[in-house]
């Protein structure tokens, strides 16, 4: 009995901590989705050039050297944020805005599958092109940190093993996500990404320039799950095509938070993150993936407009 | 339905031209390339079969065609079968596939059946892994090579593949021509129009995921016989939904040639890359195909095939333009009365016993808190023209969309010849004589008025003759005979009202609701409308129109209905209703009202 | 102030506007009516930047007003209350009004403004923390009128500040509107419904019908003519 129950704890605290990191990714393209309705395909990949920058921050920037291999990965992750922030307003500027915005909002649905599947050419550019550049061969970010653990406990027999890189990880994150929620609810830029996501013909009126909240949110969006990013690969070794792995575990956390809410969103991506995490208690762990499938199509079918997310009209 | 010559000619030769070619290929790679080509043009095919002609882009066409891949290799591992058992097999299984994942998905809306559709080869993909077939290779048969479709002359399996092409091809183009085709379009320009216009959007949907799945399922059969060897990622994966998709947007979307152009086009390409610069630039053929969607979603959005053609027919235009269209205008209102008096006698108005063609009895409908339709009562004399006015927000869309079965009431009753239709789906409302205009049209831009015109004559026409003669006469009652050929994107406002008019009547309907028909229209333009429908009214249709323009609707209508918060405020003709107080008051405001009695 | 000259605009294939002269002088309170498509709202939306003419002329304080991108004319002084309030549902009042005063002169004038608001509109007062999506109707109507005030404007343009409202309500918040305009110096351009009650408390009514200007003048040339009722119904 102590056996199971100690497996369905640790099995739970799993699920907490690799929910957080999770969660942090789901953000990303909630704030993308929830600001300018745009579905991105390649958010995934977007992820994995995080993972990328984050590595050779770390081994080529000398950032290894100069902090260390304890603190020095963190440090690196965190430069990553930025480094993919930019290059999302790039790749917005030039390409996503061309199918986005209040130049298509007049287009009625068509607007949509254009973002699609531009988004989905940017993907297998970065993809293959990431394959190109970075090669096949499996990365990861070292710390020695992901081999100890800490003991919580015994209590009554029973103890937690919360594994110190993991743990570290769910403290950036959730360090990350309150300054960002910060940002969007008492920021200046933060209020107007949010009007204009809310109305953007009434923020257009007021004088917000809502093509630019757009850049922003998609540019914030992004630096956010780099980060998320760098934070797994501190766990799991990558290679360009990870994006793809992810993809579906990001919609499905954004969905089942409630498309438009960004706190719904986190809330989604830990749910995420335990189902995967827990399910390896009655599944083989191949099945785990799938078993985010099931769950994605469920929520799809059956609640598309999510769990998490505040039920406010919009005009 | 014959091909004509004309649609079939550029097929033949094609056909002929690549298998010469492919005949005088003799290294075995390039060989592989020419049969690759065809192989992805099919699939593009089946993709643009559903996702080309409805508009609905699936984003997992890879689910289909991986189930054939893995039917015909595990069939003939475990159970020895041959693959020209094989094939047809796993186009059963495909569109079966289809099928089951239609049925729940095309409830679905926008990019959750994106999503939806992008997750199933997704989902497979893993359980395919983990049932332990990561690379599932077909034995080679040395005895008996030619009954399990195993060639050593590579151009025999381009041979196979072409007779496949061309298959799809004749299928494609049949089903273009065909009421199939038609019905697609409909659903592809306005899922609403065309259910209102008669036909059962969710049937003829279901029907082209079936065709197009069982097509990938036999070409992803074929793809697995060529290629020996099957992989999830190499069946399942993202890039394979991705090419099929990418080689038929960027040909040309809804179209046959379409996809045989993007595939001739990019897969060389690709290949050659790949082979060339391959092992330096692993993925150069990802970066390819992500390049090629990205430039025809920003340059040329409905492909190559489209943007030449188009380009071609700007040009031909400049260098012979068609005769001014404004002297041609002038005649049409006559054109009404000519056809009038070739029609067997109308009866007139007076005398006409006054029966109901269609009664509403407290109709009511809420949405949340807000009671959009309440407690609506009238009768629709037959051959006799109601106008539904009222202020902003009244609920004159929402009492048509009751009317006509895509909402259902809260309560209330809508009578046809004394049957309550209530509960009943547009499309056989459609069937029992209501006709319907929308305020917006959509038409297809690139087909002429009677190709738009005739998708409204399926509902009660069995042939495409049929369907013919009655989208002609449709065309002839609104007066747009004379220019019946030319294509919607050229009209004027007036005259696509016009064209969604004759839509409406190429049906037959007995009943016709007009919404904002005369939207958008200068006076004169207006008037001429307004006669046309006059005239049908007086050709045993009968008409309820939702309008705002009043100073026409005063000369058109026999009666008003007025709305006002969704509830009737008065009823009668229009001298009495432009007076009455409460009409005043309900468009002008209560003080207005109150002191324009003196 | 503005002077709107041969406007001609519409949506793709479909024209609405049609030729139209619109004259505010400034310190007016100007009153547009007319019945549903006839183009008061489009009108609003061209002004705005948000639909763009395809002929004539908009000029607000003699510079070109189309020569300025749609999100810049805010900060010039033109504040648009919207048909329908649309207010931003997910966040509170106070958020509300927050955005309204982003402009710099709303920046500026922050705290006298947000007193007077406060003053003008106490129920926004009451409410502040509140999210604007769970406002009744009356209620978010004026908050758009707050948020519009928050911007400090030269021009403010109301459109159908009445529609879906009961007439208790409605009469209230054209009282409100009365009185901000007796305590401040606004210009004023309304798009109403209810004519009688627009065209008394204005200094000058054009009557719009199917995308022209069929009649101008004050209340007391329009309110005896028996045209204006023919522009809504007809005959």
Redesign the interface.
């Given at each position: 009995m102590t056996q199971f129950l100690e497996g369905f704890l640790q099995a739970l605290f799993a699920g907490l901590l690799i929910g957080a990191i999770y969660g942090l990714m789901c953000v990303g393209l909630g704030l993308i989705f929830g600001v300018m309705r745009v579905i991105n395909f390649a958010h995934g990949d977007f992820m994995m050039l995080g993972m990328y920058a984050a590595f050779y921050c770390f081994t080529a920037l000398g950032i290894q050297s100069l902090f260390g291999n304890t603190a020095g990965p963190f440090v690196a992750i965190l430069m990553a944020g930025p480094i993919l922030a930019l290059f999302g307003y790039l790749v917005h500027r030039a390409l996503i805005s061309r199918v986005s915005g209040t130049r298509t909002s007049l287009l009625e649905g068509d607007g949509h599958y254009a973002q699609l599947i531009l988004t989905l050419g940017i993907a297998l550019i970065l993809q293959n092109g990431g394959l190109i550049v970075f090669g096949s061969v499996l990365a990861s970010i070292r710390t020695p940190l992901s081999s100890s653990a800490w003991e919580l406990g015994p209590f009554f027999d029973i103890s937690i093993f919360v594994n110190k890189a993991r743990g570290i990880d769910a403290v950036v994150s959730l360090t990350t996500m309150t300054l960002l929620t910060l940002l969007i609810t008492r920021s200046r830029l933060g209020k107007s990404m949010r009007a204009a996501a809310d109305n953007p013909v009434a923020a257009t009126y007021m004088g917000i320039d809502v093509d630019r909240a757009h850049r922003f949110a998609f540019a914030l969006g992004t630096g956010v799950t780099a980060i998320a990013g760098g934070l797994l690969a501190t766990n799991y070794p990558f290679q360009p095509f990870v994006g793809l792995e992810y993809v579906i575990v990001m919609y499905a956390g954004v969905v089942l938070g409630g498309m438009g809410s960004i706190t719904g969103a986190f809330w989604g991506g830990m749910t995420i993150g335990l189902v995967q995490q827990m399910s390896t208690i009655v599944l083989p762990t191949q099945l785990q993936n799938a078993a985010i499938f099931v769950v994605f199509l469920l929520i799809i079918f059956f609640r598309p407009q999510g769990f998490f997310g505040r039920m406010v009209e919009r005009t | 339905m014959m091909p004509s010559f004309r649609s079939l000619a550029p097929v033949i030769a094609f056909a002929v031209v690549y298998a010469a070619v492919s005949l005088l290929v003799t290294n075995s790679y390039y060989q592989l390339v020419m049969t690759l080509v065809l192989v992805w043009a099919v699939f593009g095919l089946s993709w643009n079969l559903l996702s080309g002609y409805t508009g609905l882009?699936s984003?997992g066409h890879a689910a289909f065609f991986g189930i054939g891949a893995y039917t015909t290799a595990l069939g003939q591992i475990y159970f020895d079968l041959s693959p020209w058992l094989l094939i047809p097999i796993a186009a059963m299984l495909g569109g079966l596939a289809g099928l089951l994942v239609g049925f729940?998905t095309f409830?679905?809306q926008?990019?959750?059946f994106?999503?939806?559709m992008l997750?199933y080869p997704?989902?497979i993909l893993?359980?395919f892994?983990?049932l332990g077939f990561q690379e599932v290779t077909l034995p080679i048969k040395r005895d008996n090579p030619l009954a399990y479709m195993q060639f050593s002359d590579g151009r025999a399996y381009t041979l196979l593949a072409l007779a496949m092409l061309i298959g799809t091809i004749l299928l494609s183009q049949w089903i273009e021509r065909s009421r199939f085709g038609m019905a697609l379009l409909a659903i592809k320009q306005n899922e609403a129009a065309a259910e209102a216009a008669g036909i059962n959007t969710l049937v003829w949907k279901l029907r082209a995921i079936t065709l197009s799945g069982a097509i990938a399922g036999a070409i992803g059969a074929f793809y697995a016989i060529v290629l020996l060897v099957v992989t999830p990622q190499s069946v399942f994966g993202?890039?394979v939904s991705?090419q099929a998709?990418?080689v038929a947007?960027f040909g040309g979307v809804g179209t046959v040639w379409g996809p045989v152009i993007g595939s001739v086009i990019l897969i060389p390409l690709a290949e050659t890359l790949n082979a060339e610069a391959g092992t330096r630039?692993?993925?150069?053929?990802?970066?390819i195909?992500?390049?090629?969607?990205?430039c025809v979603?920003?340059v040329a959005?409905e492909g190559l095939f489209w943007k030449v053609r188009d380009l071609v027919r700007k040009r031909r235009a400049i260098a012979s333009p068609e005769p001014l269209s404004a002297p041609q205008i002038s005649d049409r209102p006559r054109e009404p009365a000519t056809v009038l008096s070739a029609l067997p006698n109308a009866p007139a108005k007076v005398g006409i016993p006054q029966d109901i063609a269609l009664e509403v009895r407290g109709l009511s409908r809420s949405f949340g808190g807000l009671r959009a339709v309440q407690d609506v009562s009238f009768r629709l004399r037959r051959n006799s023209i109601l106008g539904i006015i009222g202020?902003?927000?009244a609920g004159k869309t929402t009492l048509f969309n009751l009317m006509n079965g895509f909402l259902r009431p809260d309560a209330g009753e809508v009578l046809i010849d004394g049957h309550n239709t209530v509960g009943r789906k547009p499309h056989e409302l459609c069937e029992a004589g209501i006709g319907r205009t929308f305020q917006i049209m959509r038409p297809f831009q690139r087909m002429s008025i009677s190709d738009n015109v005739v998708v409204g004559a399926y509902v009660h026409a069995r042939t495409a003759t049929e369907a013919g003669k009655l989208a002609s006469e449709a065309i002839a009652r609104v007066g747009l005979s004379a220019i019946a050929h030319r294509m919607a994107g050229e009209l004027t406002?007036k005259e696509?009202r016009l064209m969604e008019l004759a839509r409406a009547l190429a049906g037959q309907p007995r009943i016709l609701l007009l919404d904002e028909t005369l939207?958008?229209l200068?006076?004169g333009e207006a008037d001429e409308v307004v006669a046309v429908i006059q005239q049908l009214a007086k050709q045993d249709v009968t008409i309820a129109i939702i309008e705002?323009?009043?100073?026409?609707?005063?000369r058109l209508v026999d009666s008003f209905l007025v709305l006002d918060h969704g509830a009737v405020l008065v009823e009668g003709e229009?001298?009495t209703?432009?007076r009455d107080t409460r009409?005043?008051e309900a468009?002008?405001?209560?003080?207005?009202a109150?002191?324009?009695q003196h | 102030m503005l002077s709107i000259e041969g406007l001609s605009a519409g949506y793709s294939a479909i024209p609405v506007l049609n030729g139209v002269s619109i004259k505010v002088e400034a310190g007016q309170f100007v009153a547009i009516v007319g019945p549903n498509g006839a183009g008061k709202t489009t009108l609003f939306k061209t002004i705005s930047g948000i639909v763009k003419p395809s002929a004539g002329a908009i000029t607000f304080e003699g510079k070109d007003l189309l020569a300025v991108g749609a999100s810049q004319r805010a900060h010039l002084g033109i504040a648009h209350v919207p048909e329908g309030r649309q207010v931003f549902p997910s966040l509170t009042v106070m958020e509300n009004l927050e955005i309204g005063a982003m402009t710099e002169a709303g920046r500026r004038d922050w705290k006298q403004n947000i007193e007077r608001i406060f003053e003008w509109l106490p129920v926004l007062a009451e409410r502040r923390a509140q999210f604007a999506g769970t406002m009744s109707g009356g209620q978010q109507q004026m908050l758009a009128v707050g948020r519009g005030l928050a911007s400090s404007p030269k021009l403010l343009m109301l459109d159908e500040p009445s529609m879906g409202l009961s007439p208790a309500i409605a009469d209230f918040i054209f009282e409100r509107l009365i009185e901000i305009r007796r305590q401040s110096d606004l210009t004023i351009l309304l798009v109403e419904q209810r004519v009688a009650e627009a065209l008394e408390s204005a200094d000058h009514g054009y009557v719009l019908e199917a995308g022209r200007v069929v009649l101008e003048g004050n209340n007391q040339t329009l309110r005896a003519d028996d045209r204006v009722r023919r522009a809504y119904l007809g005959m």
């Open positions: - | 882009i984003f729940p409830r679905l926008g990019h959750y994106a999503l939806a997750a997704l989902a893993y359980v892994e983990w993202m890039l991705a998709l990418t947007m630039f692993p993925g150069i053929q990802g970066v195909f992500g390049l090629a969607i990205i979603i920003l959005p202020p902003n927000g406002t696509l939207a958008g200068g006076h705002h323009t009043m100073q026409a609707m005063v229009p001298e209703i432009t009409v005043i468009y002008l405001g209560k003080k207005w109150a002191h324009a | -």
